[in-house]
């Protein structure tokens, strides 16, 4: 049940028979804090194909949310590349939008229909009357359309991440980054997003790089399943087919297990 690959070897065969929508090769991160120069990642390589549900799943501070933003072109590798349809990742781009797990990510003074229309017109992507054709309509895809001249501050936390991700859909980006998005919400919450982000997928296959903590969530939300070890992030099996167990409690139960058990135990040593 639980299928691993060797993730490196996997993107060179993958990019020998074609390239593929993201290619992570080799990727180092630092960052440095007033005293110290962290290593978040170290020689990280996979690669993402389009309507992959592509999910980075590893301990806090093993680089996840780093690497995101390293994808999104906020920060440089030390070594190794990051492209996009072959193009390397040099600066942030209209190609990869991002949401967060915070709420305050909306602009408090627009309501949810100029929230997003914003990114839109800032990238001058669309006409006005265009802009808000496209953005009903994926307000309408998230379940707002009764909310759309509501401000955010009268709106809860599930209903923020909508317009969020709402907001990120409309500029139709090649990749859809989500950086915990649901970490911050209610257990009841947490759960109807997943099942809602879930039947968006189905509705647009939409490309998502999804970061968690939660193994339960990235065997729900995801196809693949990428393992991350503890500080600092190095790649320690990539799980496909997650979804063939997904409606099967014994079998899901069975693959958390396993997977709980290759991101804690030592490197070469499975339970």
């Known amino acids: 049940m639980l299928q691993t690959t060797n993730p490196i070897a996997s993107s060179r065969t993958q990019a020998a028979a074609g390239t593929p929508l993201l290619n992570v090769d080799k990727v180092t991160l630092r960052y440095k804090t007033p005293n110290l120069l962290i290593t978040a990642t170290e020689h990280v390589s996979f690669v993402v194909e389009r309507s992959d549900r592509f999910v980075l799943l590893g301990p806090s501070g093993c680089g ?16 190794g590349t990051i ?23 909306l602009l408090p003074w627009k309501t949810v229909l100029e929230n997003v229309m914003f990114p839109l017109l800032v990238a001058r992507k669309l006409p006005r009357a265009e802009a808000e054709a496209v953005a ?14 509501t401000y955010p ?21 090649d990749i859809l980054l989500m950086d915990e ?57 990539e ?21 709980h058990s290759m991101l804690f135990s030592e490197p070469g040593h499975r339970e």
Request: aromatic share 6%; proline share 5%; glycine share 6%.
């Open 64 to 79: 996840k949310s780093t690497l995101l933003k390293a994808i999104g072109g906020y920060m440089t590798p030390v070594s």
């Open 83 to 105: 492209s996009i349809k072959g193009r390397q990742v040099m600066k942030p781009g209209a190609d990869r939008m991002m949401v967060f797990q915070e709420f305050d990510q």
């Open 136 to 149: 009903r309509e994926y307000i309408d895809k998230v379940k707002l359309m009764r909310a759309v001249d």
């Open 153 to 173: 501050h009268m709106l809860s936390g599930g209903m923020k991440q909508r317009v969020a991700i709402a907001r990120g859909m409309a500029m139709q980006p």
């Open 181 to 237: 998005p649901f970490a911050a919400l209610d257990a009841l919450t947490r759960r109807q997003m997943q099942d809602e982000l879930l039947q968006l997928w189905e509705d647009t296959r939409f490309t998502v790089i999804f970061v968690t903590h939660s193994i339960a969530e990235a065997i729900k939300i995801s196809n693949r399943i990428l393992l991350l070890s503890p500080h600092p992030g190095r790649v320690r099996a």
């Open 239 to 259: 799980i496909r087919d997650v979804e063939s167990v997904r409606d099967d409690p014994l079998a899901a139960a069975e693959l958390e297990q396993q997977i």
